[in-house]
């Protein structure tokens, strides 16, 4: 059973920061892709970024220079520095790992519950 758990969402004046982390649990054997999306309400859901295994990273156009995506790899770790928040990064934020778990050779995608950033004008 494998869980990602989310954590530091919140309400923000435009202009300010968030950080957000997400950490996998259970019996995981490796983590090829973390990454987070988000979903506004009547809006379909949308990569935000991804980090791969090997670092390399891609952003979505609209957070390029604002939001930054990390990993600790020893602890499952993702997180996603958000800075100059704008009101239309509204959204549930929600982590999504790509992994391998022990004694499988097959790879499958997981998500966490989703935690909700909202930023005022």
């Known amino acids: 059973q494998v869980q990602l758990v989310e954590s530091g969402g919140g309400l923000v004046q435009a202009g300010g920061s968030l950080r957000l982390s997400c950490a996998a649990s259970?019996?995981?054997?490796?983590?090829?892709?973390m990454g987070w999306y988000r979903q506004a309400p009547g809006k379909q859901r949308e990569l935000v970024t991804v980090m791969h295994s090997d670092g390399r990273t891609s952003y979505l156009d609209s957070v390029k220079g604002r939001f930054t995506i990390s990993r600790d790899n020893a602890k499952n770790t993702v997180f996603l520095q958000m800075s100059s928040l704008k009101p239309e990064d509204t959204a549930v934020y929600y982590c999504?790992?790509?992994?391998?778990?022990?004694?499988?050779?097959?790879?499958?995608?997981?998500w966490g519950q989703g935690t909700q950033v909202t930023v005022s004008s």
């Open positions: 259970g019996s995981i054997f490796s983590i090829n892709v």
């Open positions: 999504n790992a790509v992994l391998q778990t022990m004694g499988s050779p097959y790879k499958f995608e997981y």
